[in-house]
């Protein structure tokens, strides 16, 4: 089992993580420059998850504040 998984890992080591650098071969660009677009894209792409998270439950709140049934007058 052990020796499965360290193939695994020398396949994905050998053929995975030559992506960014055949992109940029591809590209005329450097391997560096394509690696870290990939970096900022993914927390871009995380914080506007988040961000949006935070809008929706401060909606929601605000929503449960706004139309709280009150049973009475003297609930005011």
Same mark, same amino acid.
């Given at each position: ?22 992109? %940029? ?5 450097? %391997?560096?420059? !394509? ?5 900022? %894209? ?14 929706? %439950? ?7 504040? !706004? ?5 009475? !007058?003297?609930?005011?």
């Amino acid at each position: 089992m052990r020796s499965f998984i360290y193939n695994i890992r020398y396949f994905f080591e050998r053929h995975g993580f030559y992506v960014s650098s055949r992109l %940029a071969d591809k590209l005329g660009m450097r %391997a560096k420059s !394509v690696r870290l677009f990939f970096i900022y %894209a993914s927390f871009f792409t995380v914080g506007i998850g988040f961000v949006f998270y935070l809008i929706l %439950a401060f909606w929601l709140k605000l929503k449960d504040l !706004v139309y709280t049934k009150r049973t009475s !007058v003297f609930d005011l």
